[in-house]
């Protein structure tokens, strides 16, 4: 291994990189969902409370309107398969890359119908039809050609198949997914073509391989020092692709030892040559379940969490949950009351009085972010494909998903 790196020194690079060092205005958030290589977004809440500690003067409803209706960002699924909200510059590498493995799924999904070819491309184009310059829930979608769909494969029931189909054409590129509920905590998910609400989108142009390399490039670049287990959990990539991009770029790339790691970790030189080792000043944060920082690593977790705290940090598959980051160590977990609207938390150990008034300061902040109403900055969606019906219908269904 190359020189040894002090886990506070990396820890630091680690929070100015994912941009929780300071703090932005909302018309930064598309250039802070490209340096965190888009905002992990499985969970409903979790990329608003992610945007609440890196962006300043906005409530959660605000934070709200600018995830789910910026024309500068999309929602999709790209790397271990989960969702993400990303610039419009960055989400063809990410879908490029990782597309073959959620076709995988999709067509795993379809299997078990055994519709015939021709039957399925019918009811692929009929779902195309019926989102050309609007857009619809999936109820609406299964509603408008179901009968046909019944004829066509001979299922009592295709609902379910019609379902797979339209998470097939998402995945595909082929259509977007929108948010039009109009409280922050619920979605109202809706269907359109992606040319109609992204115009200048091309999510088919890349060559697969160039993109991988183009994102594992990126999250070297963005996240490292990391580890070759680090970059493999984080992008669902085999560990062959990720060595093989190591050894091609071994001329930028350096080797690093990180104090915690038990692996050999890796990052451009000049990010090596700015790594500078002293120590910051308190910095606390309360970060999102899932937050990128502590999902953008396997091994290197080490450095963030010591080890007797994992099983409250990370749950049974590897998730973790909304904890409390004080100077670059995991300090405790928190979690938000939405009845009383106060957070509550749990902290592994004594702190020092500046500390714990970090701590309660930035809690009272948060609780205020996710409880105030202030006024909403509103997106102009085209009105000829998000219709008040579409909103209406979205926002009477809204539910709460976790995918």
Not at 305 to 320: R, S, T
Not at 350 to 379: C, V, W, Y
């Amino acid at each position: 291994m190359g020189a040894l790196i002090a886990a506070r020194t990396a820890n630091r690079h680690s929070i100015a990189q994912l941009h929780l060092a300071s703090r932005a205005g909302p018309g930064d958030i598309p250039r802070i969902a490209a340096g965190m290589i888009g905002i992990h977004a499985a969970r409903l809440q979790s990329p608003i409370v992610s945007m609440a500690t890196r962006i300043d003067g906005v409530d959660a409803h605000c934070l709200a309107q600018h995830l789910h209706r910026s024309p500068d960002l999309i929602k999709l699924r790209c790397m271990r398969g989960t969702l993400h909200i990303a610039p419009l510059e960055l989400a063809p590498t990410l879908h490029a890359a990782t597309r073959a493995a959620r076709l995988a799924v999709c067509g795993s999904l379809a299997k078990p119908f055994a519709v015939e070819p021709k039957a399925e491309q019918a009811l692929i184009e009929a779902i195309l039809d019926s989102l050309a310059g609007r857009a619809l829930t999936s109820d609406q979608i299964v509603a408008e050609i179901g009968m046909r769909a019944s004829r066509k494969t001979g299922l009592t029931n295709p609902t379910p198949y019609l379902r797979t189909l339209i998470k097939t054409l998402w995945e595909r590129g082929d259509l977007c997914i929108r948010n039009l509920a109009s409280d922050w905590k619920r979605e109202g998910r809706v269907y359109a073509l992606l040319r109609d609400v992204y115009p200048s989108l091309d999510l088919h142009g890349l060559d697969p391989a160039e993109a991988t390399a183009a994102l594992l490039a990126t999250y070297f670049r963005r996240y490292g020092p990391a580890s070759i287990a680090d970059a493999t959990w984080w992008s669902g990539i085999g560990e062959t692709r990720v060595r093989q991009f190591i050894a091609g770029n071994a001329r930028d790339l350096v080797e690093v030892a990180v104090e915690g790691v038990a692996a050999a970790c890796y990052l451009f030189t000049e990010d090596r040559d700015a790594l500078v080792d002293h120590r910051p000043e308190p910095h606390v944060e309360f970060l999102a379940y899932e937050d990128n920082l502590l999902k953008g690593y396997k091994i290197s977790r080490a450095r963030f969490v010591a080890a007797a705290d994992y099983p409250q940090v990370f749950n049974l598959i590897g998730e973790a949950r909304a904890t409390i980051l004080a100077d670059g160590r995991v300090a405790g977990i928190w979690q938000f009351n939405k009845r009383t609207g106060r957070i509550g938390c749990v902290l592994f150990g004594d702190l020092d009085k500046g500390t714990s008034a970090l701590i309660d300061s930035r809690r009272r902040r948060l609780e205020g972010l996710l409880t105030n109403h202030a006024s909403l900055p509103m997106f102009e969606d085209r009105p000829d494909i998000f219709s008040v019906g579409a909103s209406a219908h979205a926002n009477q269904g809204a539910v709460r998903r976790s995918r």
